[in-house]
C-alpha cells in the first residue's frame, strides 16, 4: 500500500483510483454516520478525497493512511453541517436544521467491516443479503424478484450467513456481541 501511497502522492491516476476505490466505503460510512442527506453524504466523499490529495504531504507514511482519511471525513462533514445550517438567502425555502447523531470511531469500523464482508460474498448471495436485509423482502419475495425457487434463495442466504459469521467473528466480544448474532442466523440472511 505504501507504493500505491507514494504514486497517490504523484499524483497517478491509477493510484488515486485506488485509494478511491480501497476507501470510500469507510469514508462514505464515516460521511452517513454524521449526515443523513445522500447529496450532502456524495459531497462528502468527493470532498474527502479532494482535500486528501491536496494535503497527501502532511501524512507519514509510517503511519495507517486509513485513520487519516477517516478524520479528514469527519472534520469535512462537520464543515458541510456547518455551512448548511449557515442562514439562506434569497427566494428559495429556508434551510432546516440537522440533527447529527454521530456515532464511535468504533462502530463505524464495524459497520464497515460488516458492508466490507457483504461485498467479498459472491453476487448471488450478496443479492439475496441485499434484498433481505437492506430491502426486507422474504424469501418467496426474493425468490420471484429474482426468477429462482424458494429453496435456492434459502441456501443461498445459509451459505452467506456462514461465511459472514467467519468473516465477522472478530467482532464478537461482550461489547459487540449484538454486532455479530445478528448475522448468525441463517432465516435473516
Known sequence: MNDVIARFRAGDEAAIRAVHQRYAGAVRTVARSMVSDPELVAEIVQQTFIKAWRSIDSFDEGRDFAPWIYSIAR?????????????????????????????????????????????????????????????????????????????????????????????LQHLQGPANQNSVSSVQGDEEL
Open 75 to 167: 472534520r469535512t462533514a462537520i464543515d458541510v453541517l456547518r455551512t448548511e445550517k449557515r442562514p439562506t438567502t434569497g427566494d428559495h425555502e429556508p434551510e432546516t436544521d440537522v440533527v447529527v447523531t454521530s456515532i464511535s470511531f468504533e462502530r463505524t469500523w464495524e459497520i464497515y467491516e460488516v458492508r466490507q464482508a457483504i461485498d467479498d460474498l459472491p453476487a448471488d448471495e450478496r443479492e439475496v443479503v441485499r434484498l433481505s436485509q437492506l430491502m426486507g423482502l422474504t424469501h418467496p419475495e426474493i425468490a420471484e424478484r429474482l426468477g429462482i425457487p424458494v429453496g435456492t434463495v434459502k441456501s443461498r442466504s445459509g451459505r452467506a450467513s456462514k461465511k459472514l459469521y467467519v468473516a
